[in-house]
């Protein structure tokens, strides 16, 4: 990556572009799921934004406050501020490794965010937008304090497993409360789990806690449903499909209160001085993660634009000016509702001219070798793992793009993995650039010849063909289809190969019909350069490989070249008599063999029994269905059988002739008749 770009502020008259991706929580450790879910998909677009000519900042930075964060601490026996130091470390180079170009990636717990969090809930109260609620919540009388839901463990009242916590029971999956519900508890009180705690203990120290009351502060999202409605008529329009399903799935239930306070020492504490708002009910609490973690996003821009002037206000210019500013919004599913419900609603009920988000791309799960990721178990592939594997970031981005998750979970796999190396990339782009341009290096003293297009109908046909894949691949980009716009990439290099193929470039070309092989050498080399132009969102590295190649420097020694993505290309930007560089090599075929020694590292006897199991709970649901299938059938032919007696009439056996003759007889003898 370059250097550290300076911060910039809105052109006025130009699509000014703000790019955020959803900020990792800070106590773990990314798998790919992660990194194609949202930094990297947003990177790609960033960087698209840029070629492109567009102002473009990308924000992004560690979500560090919060319950998780306290629990993760206690466990690894340091203070919250030293854990979150320890990952956000992590986390940056994992993201400096896979080359995600940000213009800040900072961090939730500065004064700028303390700043801007307490100035938009205080808008919040005095707007009639917050309300306060007393509720029942443990309390433990050994260190004196409101315990938040994760610091309460015990026995799942659904599943008995003796380790669940009093949010969920990871045993089971189910949502829990850490005390059982009182019976006779006010119909307006916040209800989110399906079970709770059986013999519940302070995390910290053991004690039984005990019930008491509590008061905490709810934001109104009831009273601003119809705003949200009203802003999402327009703003929906682009968002992906899953997206709007799920905002709307939250709507069609009706919005409800959501409490905004917990009872944490790790967080943003409530601001003082409002009319009506106790500060001694308040001393103790900090802001829930979920209403402060959005409202990072202009925080983090503010250390950036506003860096050493706390008073500063540029930041303000991107996040308070919809007018000239396109928000553009990148995450993984789950993360949706606080991005179109939660925040839009603090900015609408703020009353502020904030710029909301436009548009919004979301991806589905990426799943691993028919299993899920787990850092617990040592399956998959995790962002420290994947340099040790030697393979440089850019094939790591290559294939994750190329799978990206935009409709429907995608699946990783070590043998697409190598096969898209092995084939898409070193048989497609890297046997292009290789050719083109060590022939021009050998044969024409590395320098573009002298060449006229048109002469050559062919090759005039060929561009108007590659003009109509970048508008294509332009027209994906804008439309945040990332994986479509890789596809048309990877289809402009196959033209260029096709090329290659029917003018057979070769020593017997060169001799027998020098103009024409100058044609194509040169037309080559323009038509490389705008794979290396296109290719830079997706394969920064590579794309600056390439350059070098073709002798296309930056502005002082060692400066990256900036990419441009022209709206049409002239094949004419490399001109005659320019002297190239020296060829490398651009991909290297990855052995068969790698496979089954990537798969055994990164968790394969664990997926396996992952993967039993999961057969296991197949094959037991299938003979349950089978069974009761078998079940319905018999039943289904009991009462046919049934219906069948029901409906059948008894008729009187009539006696054949010989037994009417025989009963005549016995009748004049005067003996009782025979039984027939």
């Not at 319950?67 to 956000?88: I, N, Q, R, W």
């Not at 250390?303 to 540029?314: E, I, V």
């Not at 697409?416 to 021009?440: S, Y």
């Not at 970048?470 to 090329?499: D, F, H, P, V, W």
Request: proline share 5%; net charge neutral.
């Amino acid at each position: 990556m370059g250097a550290p770009r300076k911060p910039t502020a809105p052109q006025p008259g130009k699509d000014n572009i703000l790019v955020t991706s959803a900020l990792p929580y800070v106590n773990n450790v990314p798998h790919l799921g992660n990194i194609i879910g949202s930094v990297l998909s947003a990177d790609v677009f960033a960087r698209f934004c840029r070629a492109r000519g567009l102002p473009t900042i990308y924000v992004c930075g560690s979500d560090e406050y919060g319950t998780a964060t306290e629990t993760k601490a206690l466990s690894e026996g340091v203070d919250p501020a030293t854990l979150c130091a320890k990952y956000h470390k992590i986390h940056k180079e994992i993201y400096d490794w896979f080359r995600i170009d940000f213009d800040v990636f900072g961090r939730t717990p500065t004064d700028e965010h303390t700043f801007i969090v307490q100035g938009i809930f205080k808008r919040l109260w005095e707007n009639g937008f917050i309300e306060q609620r007393e509720t029942t919540q443990a309390y433990c009388p050994t260190h004196s304090s409101f315990l938040a839901d994760r610091y309460v463990e015990g026995e799942c009242s659904l599943c008995h497993d003796k380790g669940a916590r009093g949010d969920q029971c990871d045993a089971c999956g189910n949502l829990l409360d850490p005390l059982e519900p009182d019976r006779d508890a006010s119909g307006n009180q916040e209800t989110k789990a399906t079970g709770w705690l059986i013999d519940p203990r302070c995390k910290l120290d053991g004690t039984t806690p005990e019930r008491r009351q509590t008061k905490h502060l709810y934001l109104r999202l009831d009273a601003l449903q119809d705003d949200i409605k009203t802003w999402l008529e327009s703003a929906e329009k682009g968002w992906s499909a899953n997206c709007v399903s799920i905002t709307h799935s939250w709507l069609d239930q009706g919005l409800k209160p959501r409490g905004i306070t917990r009872d944490l020492k790790w967080g943003v504490p409530i601001p003082t001085g409002l009319d009506g708002l106790s500060e001694e009910d308040f001393a103790k609490k900090v802001f829930y993660v979920w209403f402060d973690a959005c409202i990072g996003y202009p925080s983090i821009t503010k250390t950036f634009t506003d860096a050493g002037n706390p008073g500063g206000a540029n930041w303000e210019k991107w996040w308070k000016n919809p007018e000239e500013v396109s928000l553009y919004q990148f995450m993984g599913k789950d993360n949706v509702p606080f991005h179109t419900i939660i925040w839009p609603a603090s900015q609408i009920g703020s009353k502020e001219n904030w710029t909301k988000v436009k548009h919004l791309s979301t991806t589905e799960y990426l799943n691993y070798e028919g299993g899920k990721f787990s850092k617990s178990k040592g399956v998959g592939v995790f962002g420290t793992n994947a340099r040790d594997t030697g393979i440089d970031a850019d094939i790591w981005r290559y294939y994750l793009l190329s799978r990206r998750p935009e409709t429907s979970d995608s699946e990783f796999k070590w043998e697409e993995f190598i096969d898209a190396n092995n084939n898409d990339l070193l048989k497609n782009l890297g046997n292009l650039c290789q050719r083109v341009i060590k022939f021009c290096q050998a044969k024409m003293d590395g320098v573009v010849p002298e060449y006229d297009l048109s002469k050559f109908p062919a090759l005039q046909q060929q561009q108007e063909e590659i003009n109509k894949l970048l508008q294509e691949y332009i027209a994906n980009l804008k439309g945040l289809k990332l994986r479509a716009g890789l596809s048309t990439l990877m289809a402009i290099s196959g033209l260029g190969n096709k090329l290659l193929q029917d003018n057979k470039l070769s020593n017997q070309l060169i001799a027998e019909e020098p103009e024409r092989c100058a044609a194509v050498v040169g037309f080559a080399l323009n038509h490389i350069h705008l794979l290396a132009n296109i290719l830079s969102p997706y394969m920064p590295e590579k794309s600056q490989s390439i350059l070098r190649q073709l002798g296309v420097k930056g502005q002082s020694e060692g400066e990256e070249v900036a990419a441009q993505i022209p709206d049409v290309w002239e094949a004419n930007t490399l001109k005659p008599g320019h002297a190239i560089g020296t060829p490398e090599l651009l991909f290297a075929n990855i052995p068969a063999a790698k496979i089954e020694e990537w798969r055994d590292a990164f968790g394969g006897e664990e997926l396996r029994k992952q993967k039993a199991i999961e057969a296991e709970k197949a094959a037991a649901k299938k003979l349950a269905r089978e069974k009761e299938k078998e079940k319905r059938k018999a039943k289904k032919a009991a009462q046919a059988a049934q219906a069948a007696q029901a409906g059948t009439t008894t008729l009187p056996i009539r006696p054949s002739p010989a037994a009417q003759a025989e009963a005549a007889a016995t009748a004049e003898r005067g003996e009782p008749a025979p039984k027939v």
